[in-house]
């Protein structure tokens, strides 16, 4: 069965019908744990997957079959990305970057298990927008906020990158290193066999004059 996404905040409510004796108690479990005498609506602590079985008894002492409930707990909020439109995540200097980017792409992780429900954004505090593609920035020295809310309202905290213009910036090397290699440790292992790629940019603000060699 397809779980319900809750948060530990959520509550659940039961309730009974008897027509002919009446409702003498209704009571539920969690996780197999003991039978719990239901007097109000309660919630459930711990992220992941849970089962809720739950009965009533009439006043005749009839004992209903359980019936149960699969329950995934989602606490936690998603974490979005920034990168430029070829996927590489942008250089940032203490939450600035330095120069003419254009247009940015954003995207959301969701670390909990509900998935994501919307990744909102403004620039230079205007109206907050949905995401729905590239988000351009058109002019230099603004200020671009972020953050993404899942489908039961974990709500990441803003993110604000500034933009600025910089006609001193210099180049951005990254080293890409292929197969074959294992890490462990936090440590790369390669072989004689494994291929080094070295890509710049020029991030030389309103102008760049391009990469002149890397070495």
Known sequence: ETPIYLKSSSRIVLGGIDDISG???????IDNGSWIRYSSPFGILGEGV?????RSID???NTENSKFLNVEI???APVTTMTD????PLPLVNGIYYGQVGFINLSAQETGCSGVKIIKYRINEGEWKGYSGVVGIEQENCKLEFYSVDNVGNTEMVKTVLFKA???????????IGEPKYIIEGKTCVTSATIFTLTAIDYGGSWP???NKIE
């Open 23 to 29: 409702i003498q108690s209704t009571e539920y479990r």
């Open 209 to 211: 004059s391009g990469v």
């Open 50 to 54: 849970h089962t809720v079985e739950y």
């Open 74 to 76: 989602d606490d936690i």
């Open 59 to 61: 006043n005749s002492s």
């Open 166 to 176: 910089s006609e001193t910036q210099v180049p951005m090397t990254t080293l890409n």
């Open 85 to 88: 439109t070829n996927g590489l």
